[in-house]
């Protein structure tokens, strides 16, 4: 049965003022239809960012620890329903069964974790150079922010800015992506459910140049947290001057193999970091760079390995590889294949939509694998977001991290060697927000920074506390305060 969702303002369920709905489909089988959400406007978003703003006057008043306490009950719920919640995440948006838990956990993580900060948002205590004068800085935070989020990671990334936001004494209006309104729904009706005052958190379902731009340009929302494309992240940045605006946006991640590394743990890691969510992690590794004296060996054992992955839908047991999110999506990927034949890349494995049988009713694009891709090639300079990795030859360290670091983006990076000097330089020298050694590009934790460079970022970094999420909530204020009972002149009186 499909799930009818509302927009929740002020704790109250509201369908979109014009009665305009969308459909929510599971891309393993479009005939399942998983919910209808409200399309909702300018007028449930006026209604929304009211509540939100009479609601910051008390919300930023109510004590850290305290806000910290309703959290960790969220927190407590999140995991008691991580099953349902993680099948509905696999049916909703199409990753395994596996991920689907795994993008709930990550939301219990940060729920936890961001409670805890209630207790820690610090600040500092300095002397001052005058007599009987105290001097500090305070965190406070921000106001009202608007939060828009993609489908990829429908749960975790929601979770990622909404408990920062309001450990930190914000108050939140949340557009989530349209491909996955019910998870949305459901994790707003958790963290509400664990004790939050009406308006705290809000939630206005509806299309992004809609319902999200809206909301971004709103005169009465102080800062806006945006997680997706890089198009439309630089066009909220443009659209949004004024307001404090942070954008975590696309990648083109690589993995560099060396050749003194372990090749089956690279083989497993690159597969992990190009097939796993269907390729469509921010941080999926869709570039292997591959030195040359390993690149044949590597190309045989890494084609051999991908031609095992089980495709299918990701709550059938032993599926590997789901389906795309919807539609428009898997016509991107598969333009992106036409685009690498003409660029005469060699197609060495998949290429192919599926769609006989228990198939033809989803988004489904077989592992793909193109070799002796050339680091300028469109493949391997923009980010197709699907399961389509490009190997790439390297002559040696130096010119496996140029190409590395030749594209637009820099969102993580990762190097495969046994030579702890290589692997000290990949750190050094790989221009990205993220990098792993011996490890894939996907994995981040959720107690440090997270976010990249050049187009794959913009503002300040999400997850972690100081420098990252807290930062990206909270302002900071200071205060002077002068018991001496005088006028006292800083760097003036000096007897
Ligand atoms: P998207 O940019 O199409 O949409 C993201 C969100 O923005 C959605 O809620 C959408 O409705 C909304 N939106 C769209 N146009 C808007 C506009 N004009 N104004 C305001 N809001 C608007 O991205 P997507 O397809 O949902 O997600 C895939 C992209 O997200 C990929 O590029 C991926 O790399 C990126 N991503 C980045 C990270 C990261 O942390 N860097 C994490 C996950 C996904």
């Given at each position: 049965m499909p799930e009818k969702i509302f927009n929740v303002i002020a704790n109250k369920q509201f369908p979109a003022a014009s009665g305009r709905t969308i459909k929510s489909l599971n891309p393993a089988n479009t005939d399942d239809l998983v919910g209808i959400a409200p399309a909702s406007g300018m007028a449930d978003g006026d209604l929304a960012v009211k509540a939100a703003r009479k609601a910051f006057e008390t919300w930023r008043l109510f004590p850290a620890p305290r806000r910290g306490e309703i959290i960790f009950r969220a927190a407590e719920a999140l995991l008691k329903a991580k099953d349902e919640l993680g099948r509905l995440v696999t049916r909703e948006m199409g990753k395994i069964l596996s991920e689907g838990l795994g993008d709930v956990q990550e939301a219990v993580d940060m729920a936890f974790y961001m409670a805890?900060?209630?207790?820690r948002l610090d600040g500092q205590t300095v002397p001052s150079e005058l007599f009987d004068k105290d001097c500090k800085s305070a965190r406070v935070p921000i106001g009202v922010f608007a939060l828009i989020t993609p489908w990829n990671f429908p749960i975790a990334i929601p979770a990622w800015k909404i408990f920062p936001a309001l450990i930190a004494g914000n108050t939140v209006v949340f557009k989530p992506s349209s491909f996955t309104p019910v998870c949305a729904a459901k994790l707003v009706d958790i963290i509400i459910a664990a004790g939050l005052p009406p308006g705290v958190l809000n939630i206005v379902h509806g299309a992004g140049d809609e319902t999200g731009e809206y909301l971004a340009t709103h005169h009465d929302v102080d800062g806006v947290s945006f997680t997706g494309s890089t198009a439309v992240g630089e066009k909220l940045a443009r659209v949004c001057a004024g307001k404090d605006i942070s954008c975590e946006m696309g990648g083109k991640n690589p993995i560099i193999v060396m050749d003194?590394?372990?090749?089956?743990?690279?083989?497993?890691?690159?597969?992990?970091?190009?097939?796993?969510?269907?390729?469509?992690?921010?941080?999926?590794?869709?570039?292997?760079?591959?030195?040359?004296?390993?690149?044949?060996?590597?190309?045989?054992?890494?084609?051999?390995?991908?031609?095992?992955?089980?495709?299918?839908?990701?709550?059938?047991?032993?599926?590997?590889?789901?389906p795309l999110i919807n539609e428009t999506q898997m016509n991107k990927v598969?333009?992106?294949?036409?685009?690498?034949?003409?660029?005469?890349?060699?197609?060495?494995?998949?290429?192919?939509?599926?769609?006989?049988?228990?198939?033809?009713?989803?988004?489904?694009?077989?592992?793909?694998?193109?070799?002796?891709?050339?680091?300028?090639?469109?493949i391997a300079q923009e980010e197709i977001f699907g399961p389509v990795v490009s190997l790439i030859k390297a002559k040696d360290l130096k010119d496996a991290i140029r190409i590395a670091n030749n594209v637009a983006y820099g969102l993580s990076a990762s190097i495969y060697t046994q030579d702890v000097n290589k692997s000290a330089i990949a750190e050094r020298d790989l221009d990205a927000g993220i990098v792993y050694i011996n490890a894939p590009t996907i994995g981040a934790e959720i107690q440090l920074p997270f976010g990249g460079t050049k187009k794959?970022?913009?503002?300040?970094?999400?997850?972690?506390g100081r420098g990252g999420a807290i930062d990206m909530f909270t302002k900071w204020k200071v205060v002077y305060r002068d018991y001496s009972g005088r006028l006292q002149k800083a760097q003036i009186d000096k007897d």
């Open positions: 805890g900060e209630g207790r003194d590394a372990r090749l089956d743990l690279a083989i497993e890691g690159a597969l992990w970091a190009g097939f796993g969510t269907t390729g469509q992690r921010c941080t999926a590794a869709s570039r292997v760079i591959v030195h040359e004296k390993v690149y044949d060996r590597f190309l045989k054992m890494f084609v051999a390995a991908a031609k095992t992955l089980k495709l299918g839908d990701g709550l059938a047991k032993g599926t590997q590889v789901g598969l333009s992106y294949i036409e685009i690498g034949k003409k660029e005469r890349a060699n197609l060495v494995l998949g290429g192919n939509r599926k769609k006989d049988g228990a198939f033809r009713k989803g988004y489904f694009i077989e592992p793909t694998v193109f070799a002796d891709v050339k680091p300028e090639m469109r794959s970022g913009l503002g300040r970094r999400e997850a972690g």
